[in-house]
């Protein structure tokens, strides 16, 4: 067995102080494999936006330990690339600035030679290719689709080819159609780029369509209450989220986010009043 790529123990995370203190996050045990792509669902609240920042180095957390490639994480880094679910572009530049824009940070061009120049320009090409953004590379970022404008967020942390891929809710403001376009589009990406990535999302049909492992977590405090494995192959099409393994495993989840989340037992509360009889 070789080493996981990122390494979760005992993880601990608290907001607050004193009696307002407020535990996030408890005992976050999970091992992640190099070019695993793992996705977190669960009832908003249980943390997983949370721990996702945790591991790319923009929040701190209180105790317990993050691995990656054997190393105590310390801050962000290059390794690790994150895609919001806002886009955050730099609306003054155009697509293929917005792609390049890490290759101005002091990280990339130390020690950069003339050869590292024109192979992130050939880079470049090849990410506008592959994102279906030829014929936009031009454009501004007030010119482009919400799916476009996502491709461009995405072609951006690939740029800099990072071993790690943290994707927070990236296709929630998205069509369904658009989001069918961009399931199949990072599943191509991860196929060809071999990243490691995790995946945050509150669409449990997303989550089983893209993952190879599901991860649920569960509220107050946050915490992972059960692992799935996705009976998918490799090479998917939307037409599998209609098999019967896939809408088992769906309902299996979503029965299970209803249960630790208390959303049951609110169903129950719902039906009790609608059962009984108001006098008149």
Not at 139 to 159: C, E, F, H, K, T
Not at 218 to 231: H, N
């Amino acid at each position: 067995m070789t080493q996981p790529k990122i390494v979760i123990r005992d993880l601990q995370k608290f907001f607050g102080e004193g009696k307002q203190q407020t535990q996030a996050l408890k005992d976050i045990e999970l091992a992640i494999q190099a070019n695993e792509f793992i996705t977190f669902v669960g009832a908003s609240g249980c943390g997983k936006s949370t721990l996702l920042r945790i591991i790319g180095g923009l929040e701190q957390h209180n105790a317990g330990d993050v691995l990656v490639n054997g190393q105590a994480i310390q801050g962000a880094g290059i390794d690790r690339a994150m895609v919001f679910q806002h886009y955050s572009l730099y609306p003054w530049l155009g697509v293929r600035d917005n792609i390049r824009f890490c290759r101005r940070l002091q990280a990339h061009t130390d020690d950069c030679s003339q050869a590292d120049v024109e192979a992130a320009s050939g880079r470049t090409d090849a990410l506008i290719r592959l994102m279906g953004l030829s014929a936009v590379e031009h454009a501004y970022p007030n010119q482009l689709s919400g799916g476009m404008q996502q491709r461009v967020a995405i072609a951006r942390a690939l740029m800099a080819k990072p071993d790690i891929l943290l994707m927070d809710e990236p296709f929630g403001a998205l069509d369904a159609q658009t989001r069918e376009v961009m399931h199949d589009l990072i599943r191509h990406v991860f196929k060809l780029e071999k990243t490691t990535i995790i995946f945050v999302t509150h669409d449990v049909e997303e989550g089983i369509y893209l993952g190879n492992r599901v991860v649920l977590m569960a509220p107050r405090p946050g915490r992972i209450d059960s692992i799935y494995e996705v009976p998918l192959p490799a090479e998917r099409h939307q037409d599998m989220k209609h098999s019967p393994e896939f809408l088992q495993l769906k309902r299996q989840i979503l029965d299970r986010i209803r249960e630790t989340s208390g959303m049951k037992t609110d169903f129950d509360l719902l039906q009790q009043l609608t059962n009984t009889s108001v006098p008149m």
